[in-house]
């Protein structure tokens, strides 16, 4: 009878516990609903910043490449004036050339 006892009490506080547990499980929930949602907008957030981020960088890569291109074009134009100065400096120096002869003359 006695140990009958020890466990009802034991039962008892054991229950005690429990509820204990539960209202204190429900309490840190209730307490942390506000933070949670705050948290859930935050989370939002940071998700569009990242998309619009990785919307940013495709753009720039994109833009990147134009760039590149465009450089690449007026490099060629640069080498075929560099090309043309060359043999038109070519062709000045054989008139001039003539020029001289013809004064010589």
């Known amino acids: 009878f006695h140990h009958f006892n020890k466990r009802t009490h ?4 054991s229950t005690q ?3 204990i547990r539960e209202s204190a499980i429900q309490f840190h929930f209730s307490m942390s609903h506000p933070q949670v949602r705050f ?3 935050q989370n939002k957030m940071l998700e ?3 998309s619009l981020l990785q919307d ?3 753009t720039r890569s994109n833009i990147d490449s134009m ?3 465009y450089i690449a074009n007026l490099r ?3 080498d075929g004036l560099g090309n043309e ?5 070519g062709e000045l120096k054989n008139m001039q050339n003539m020029v001289e002869d013809f004064k010589n003359k």
């Open 48 to 50: 569009t910043k990242w």
């Open 17 to 19: 516990v429990s509820l």
């Open 76 to 78: 060629r134009q640069l």
């Open 56 to 58: 940013q960088t495709t």
């Open 85 to 89: 100065k060359m043999k038109l400096e």
């Open 10 to 13: 034991y039962v008892s506080f």
């Open 67 to 69: 760039f590149e291109a």
């Open 39 to 41: 948290l859930e907008q």
